[in-house]
């Protein structure tokens, strides 16, 4: 069974620093990865999605890094800014399961100005 | 705009009140799918749908039913709703294959009384 974990949970950083989130899986036979925002009271928000034959993926100051054979990605957000706050959650497409999205518990992001 | 849209967006029921929450996309999507997200669980998958007339079971469907009539909509039913399900439920769609990006709507908060 597929396990996504992220690491930290909560995470409180002053604006302007460069900043790296965890996410592990147990299960390597992966299709994708992708990171999602989620802000309060709002749906998730796509940010990044790695497939299974890429090592990363970067958008403005977002950088995305998946090691399939360890079962881990990193999200490396650049020079952070409060609009930056929010949940950021990790899933996993996995062989196993068709589409479904097997998703992190998330790490909630604080950037205080 | 490409988006998926749900509704409502928050609702108040009482136990054994039938209700339907719609999900909408407007990007010509096979798959959709619903989750169901509670603090300390995450997101889970309730019920996913390939395409029209084509639906199954996905962790979590005990208490819900869903139809496909057609390719836009994936409406979510509760039956006989009980406390238990007071959560925040998501719609996602996406292209077919494991590969493309999820799409998810803004959420519905239900509390069920």
């Known amino acids: 069974k597929q396990e996504v974990t992220q690491i930290p949970a909560a995470l409180s950083v002053p604006e302007g620093e460069n900043l790296v989130l965890n996410c592990s899986f147990t299960d390597s036979a992966i299709y994708n990865l992708q990171w999602f925002r989620q802000d309060p009271g709002k749906g998730l928000t796509s940010l990044l999605l790695i497939q299974s034959s890429q090592r990363e993926q970067t958008s403005g100051r977002l950088n995305a890094s998946l090691d399939k054979s360890s079962g881990r990605s990193t999200l490396y957000i650049a020079a952070s800014q409060p609009g930056d706050s929010a949940t950021y959650l990790c899933?996993?497409?996995?062989?196993?399961?068709?589409?479904?999205?097997?998703f992190g518990a998330g790490t909630i992001l604080r950037v205080k100005s | 705009e490409a988006q998926v849209t749900q509704n409502p967006r928050y609702l108040i029921t009482v136990t054994g009140k039938k209700l339907t929450v719609t999900c909408s996309q407007n990007?010509?999507?096979?798959?959709m799918s619903w989750y169901r997200q509670d603090p300390g669980l995450g997101l889970r998958q309730i019920y996913y749908s390939m395409n029209v007339e084509v639906t199954d079971k996905g962790d979590v469907p005990e208490g819900y039913k869903v139809s496909r009539k057609e390719k836009r909509n994936f409406p979510l039913i509760l039956e006989s709703p009980s406390p238990n399900q007071t959560s925040l439920y998501f719609c996602?769609?996406?292209?077919?294959?494991?590969?493309?990006?999820?799409?998810f709507g803004p959420g519905t908060r239900l509390l069920v009384l």
């Open positions: 996602a769609s996406s292209r077919p294959g494991q590969m493309e990006t999820q799409y």
């Open positions: 990007m010509n999507h096979e798959y």
């Open positions: 899933a996993v497409i996995t062989w196993e399961y068709g589409n479904k999205l097997v």
